[in-house]
């Protein structure tokens, strides 16, 4: 019996993981008995036996032996002078059964039916990885850096499956070459073409909750609960923990001895600075611990709105802020709330005040940024300080130190 060389076929089944032995006959099955109907129009009669172990298959015709001339369904029944040419001792009433050569559906219905066969195959295999993956979303996974492209990065995993890392899911610091292993977790799975596409993610949320519940035992035993995680990429995170054991200081569990836990998450995201804060149901208590590492003095709360007026001491207020008020921005992430800052005066007399970027066209952005670093983003916050404190605080020169005050004198005495 032929095999048509169907073992390469086979074989490809045997290679692809997870694709059951009764998946892959019922393919092969279907395969040749759409062949069978192509050729006899039915494929009611004929019995399709798959050997997987071999990598061949058999297809066995069945008809009943009829009177000669009694012929009705020619696909059913054989007339006895026929049959007794295939076997001699046949009778009548007995069902006959034959082997049916694969050669004689002819050489193009069998290359169709191999391609066929190959497509069953390759499909198998996709709807295979699709689920595998599928069933992976936010599980945090190792894989081998093949392709490094200007959008995306090409990755293999331990099958040798391709998964895409694009620009927009890694971290600005990071940089890969070919051969690395790196850790990301399965953001989607996208479907381009029919072909299931793997998309990893180094900037999601879910990587930093995967890492911390591999660093922290307590995590992954459910005993502290990871409540929300806010991020700005490579620069800073907020994480909200809460623990369900009273023994148990859930900041303290994540942080480890002298940062021990937390150190090794940070050089996985390029040193990105990660705020663990105890989880509140005091809006007013969990917006306060949102803003660390700055300290506030008082809070003026709209539930209602969603809006909190936060005053802090003049050194405080960069740190609430941040750099490029990326530590407001995650605050606000995190509690749901608009922050707005305000600095603590409590010189009534002083009256109004002016923010320092009103004076963008006067003062170049570097300098308000500068001041800004020490606390000092209005006008009357830089002129409380003399010249001499603000040459020490600062990287500015005597000389700007004195336009810059001279300017915003100017302003106030006009007002």
Request: some cysteine; overall charge negative.
């Amino acid at each position: 019996m032929a095999s048509i060389n169907l073992i390469e076929a086979f074989q490809e089944f045997k290679d692809a993981e997870n694709i059951d032995r009764p998946t892959m006959m019922k393919v092969v099955e279907d395969v040749f008995k759409t062949l069978l109907r192509k050729k006899y129009g039915s494929d009611e009669n004929f019995d399709v036996i798959v050997n997987a172990e071999k990598g061949d298959l058999e297809i066995i015709r069945r008809r009943m032996i009829v009177e000669d001339g009694q012929v009705e369904d020619p696909l059913a029944q054989i007339a006895y002078t026929d049959a007794v040419k295939i076997e001699p001792d046949f009778e009548v009433g007995e069902e006959l059964y034959q082997e049916i050569d694969l050669y004689d559906f002819g050489r193009r219905a069998i290359l169709a039916a191999k391609q066929t066969l190959a497509s069953r195959i390759s499909d198998l295999k996709k709807n295979v990885l699709a689920k595998k993956y599928g069933d992976r979303i936010g599980d945090i996974i190792s894989a081998e850096v093949y392709q490094v492209w200007k959008k995306e990065i090409l990755l293999l995993d331990e099958e040798g499956n391709e998964l895409i890392l694009p620009k927009s899911e890694q971290i600005p610091q990071d940089y890969f070459k070919k051969g690395e292993n790196i850790r990301a977790v399965v953001k989607k799975v996208d479907m381009k073409n029919n072909s299931p596409v793997i998309i990893l993610s180094r900037t999601s949320p879910d990587f930093l909750a995967k890492l911390l519940e591999i660093e922290v035992p307590e995590i992954f035993d459910g005993l502290i609960v990871i409540k929300k995680i806010v991020r700005d990429p490579g620069e800073r995170a907020k994480v909200a923990v809460e623990s369900y054991d009273d023994r148990i200081d859930p900041v303290g569990a994540c942080v480890g001895m002298k940062g021990s836990r937390i150190h090794g998450i940070v050089r996985e995201l390029k040193n990105e600075n990660i705020d663990v804060i105890n989880w509140t149901s005091n809006t007013q208590l969990l917006i306060q611990r949102s803003l660390t590492p700055a300290k506030i003095t008082s809070m003026e709360l709209d539930q209602e709105g969603h809006h909190a007026n936060v005053y802090l001491k003049p050194d405080q207020v960069s740190l609430a802020i941040g750099r490029r008020g990326v530590n407001i921005k995650l605050a606000c992430e995190l509690t749901g709330y608009e922050i707005d800052v305000y600095r603590d005066s409590e010189d009534e007399e002083e009256g109004f005040d002016i923010d320092l970027d009103e004076f963008s066209d006067e003062i170049d952005a570097w300098v308000i940024d500068e001041l800004k670093r020490i606390g000092c983003d209005t006008g009357r916050s830089v002129l409380k300080l003399t010249a001499e404190e603000l040459e020490r605080r600062t990287d500015l020169e005597k000389e700007t130190i004195a336009e810059v005050r001279k300017v915003l004198q100017e302003e106030f005495e006009k007002e």
